[in-house]
């Protein structure tokens, strides 16, 4: 394993530019380094390293993370397989169930479905033990994407249907990759209208948000649709247009289905000299890369028509056995993953269910017991849900009752305990509360990546005295004091002022100094116990009442 070969080089010692910045800073490096290898190099190996030695298992995981989106294919299923063995030491769920759908997402990107489908439903299993919406909606688009490819469109449609709506409010890429898909699936079904309709708003909404990198795959579904409207000149100019962007990227399961469609476009137009020439490259990529997909294997069935037409009957041998091949492996897939998805995603505990009934009435026949039993589990059921609810709601409610009620600005709630630190001088500690009672008071907190070393530097003081006081007098450690200062103080601006409920997430973060809009979420949960959602639409609703 990496985890394993990186243990047994030689020490590696953390820059001293870099040796005190958190996780937040090196990641923020890494990706701004990407034009320049040998520094995103340094930056990698710095936050993996630091990780290891903190013990932090968590950042170890991301640390792998790293390294395996900026690693070459062969070496992505190493780090994959790292993040799973660090990972399952963390018996963290949601870090589990992320670990999986990175191996899963690598392997899809490999073409190889049957594994790919393997790890998503690993990583379903532990994710949907999680309240990770986030993880939770990343592994609906990733089931929903085999769903497509096995020709389950409805099915996939709902799903990227619940990825849009989800991440259309801070993912770009995803919230753009699902209405593609969306798109496609229109497209697969016959809709073609609609599949337009996606592809124009992938256009407008990548423009919208500065994101272009899915253009060329609006345009290759919109060639790709336009044939099927028998549009077959459009489909060919905008195909052709976007074709060379899609070989650059290396992505030759679409660079075959452009092809194909190229080549349709011209049988379809009577010019099947100039369509085999297509054919052939979609004959290529299989034989390269062993990618197959359902609608490809016209591919074959024309170029054996063609050649029966030249009575070419080593050709049409040839690819008669191609045929074969093509659908071999397309056999082989799909008998596997329509297999998995059933058994193990869609219908696994409604099927064992049916066969307790099924098995119950044969031998027993006992009808109305059965009915009266499932009636009983359903009741049970919906009970214990509404139940569950309505806990939820009281104690959302309570929690946000307790927000309102406060009266001041933000607090750092000093700790109930006026004894002196043994290891401190007095003197000192009395120094120190007041550079933090100042520190609070003028909120410096809200600055951005503000650290323990940082603020021992401004304070003149050592980290491990500051670390004992903030513990000491604020009955907290240093990450948790600082989140709920930034915390505090959003919540007064808040109710001191609408236009604050009107930001979203990243924006709130931002405003307070949070670097991520997930660590800014998860504090905020944290602090009060309840989202940031609810949080606003409970004040907004108290808010009209109190005006009428």
Request: with cysteine; glycine share 4%; charged share 30%.
């Amino acid at each position: 394993m990496a985890f394993q070969t990186f243990a047994q080089k030689k020490a590696f010692i953390i820059p001293d530019t870099i040796e005190n910045k958190d996780f937040d800073y090196i990641f923020d490096r890494i990706e701004e380094s990407q034009r320049d290898p040998e520094i995103q190099a340094l930056y990698l190996k710095s936050f993996l390293y630091k990780a290891k030695s903190e013990k932090n298992s968590e950042e170890i995981t991301n640390g792998y993370k790293n390294y395996l989106h900026y690693s070459k294919d062969n070496l992505k299923l190493v780090y994959a397989d790292s993040m799973i063995y660090t990972a399952r030491i963390t018996a963290n769920k949601a870090l589990i169930g992320s670990a999986y759908l990175s191996k899963g997402i690598v392997f899809y990107g490999m073409k190889k479905h049957k594994y790919a489908l393997d790890n998503y439903l690993i990583a379903n299993k532990f994710i949907s033990q999680t309240d990770d919406h986030y993880l939770i909606h990343k592994v609906k688009y990733n089931i929903a994407s085999i769903k497509y490819y096995l020709g389950y469109y409805n099915e996939a449609i709902s799903l990227f249907r619940e990825c849009i709506d989800y991440f259309k409010k801070d993912d770009v890429r995803p919230y753009l990759n699902s209405i593609h898909l969306l798109g496609l699936c229109y497209n697969r079904i016959g809709n073609y209208g609609l599949c337009t309709e996606m592809n124009r708003k992938g256009l407008a909404e990548g423009k919208r948000l500065s994101c272009d990198e899915m253009n060329i795959y609006f345009i290759h579904s919109e060639g790709i649709n336009q044939y099927f409207k028998s549009n077959y000149r459009k489909a060919i100019e905008e195909i052709n247009y976007i074709i060379k962007n899609i070989k650059e990227a290396e992505d030759y399961s679409n660079e075959s289905v452009g092809y194909f469609y190229i080549g349709a476009s011209y049988w379809k137009l009577s010019k099947p000299d100039q369509a085999i020439f297509y054919f052939m490259k979609v004959d290529q990529i299989l034989e390269d890369k062993d990618y197959i997909r359902a609608d490809l294997i016209q591919n074959y069935k024309l170029l054996i028509e063609y050649y029966k037409s030249k009575k070419d009957l080593e050709k049409q041998l040839y690819y008669s056995k191609r045929l074969l091949k093509a659908d071999s492996i397309l056999d082989n897939q799909y008998r596997y993953l329509s297999k998995r998805i059933l058994k193990d995603y869609d219908s696994q505990k409604m099927l064992m269910e049916m066969k307790k009934m099924e098995h119950s009435l044969e031998l027993r026949k006992y009808n109305d017991l059965i009915f009266v039993l499932i009636l009983i589990t359903l009741l049970l059921g919906i009970g214990f849900l509404f139940y569950r609810y309505n806990k939820n709601k009281n104690k959302y409610r309570k929690n946000f009752l307790e927000l309102m009620n406060r009266n001041e600005e933000t607090k750092a709630e000093p700790k109930a305990n006026t004894n002196s630190i043994e290891d401190i001088n007095q003197d000192t500690v009395s120094i120190l509360l007041k550079k933090l009672e100042k520190f609070e008071r003028e909120k410096r907190y809200l600055e951005k990546n503000m650290t323990l070393p940082k603020l021992a530097v401004l304070f003149k003081t050592n980290i491990n005295y500051l670390y004992k006081i903030i513990y000491h007098f604020r009955g907290k450690k240093f990450t948790d004091y600082i989140n709920d200062l930034k915390i505090d103080y959003l919540i007064y601006l808040m109710k001191q002022d609408k236009r604050y409920r009107k930001y979203n997430n990243k924006a709130l973060a931002e405003e307070v100094g949070f670097s991520t809009t997930q660590r800014f979420a998860n504090a905020f949960y944290a602090r009060t116990g309840i989202s940031t959602s609810y949080f606003i639409k409970n004040i907004k609703k108290n808010s009209e009442t109190n005006e009428q």
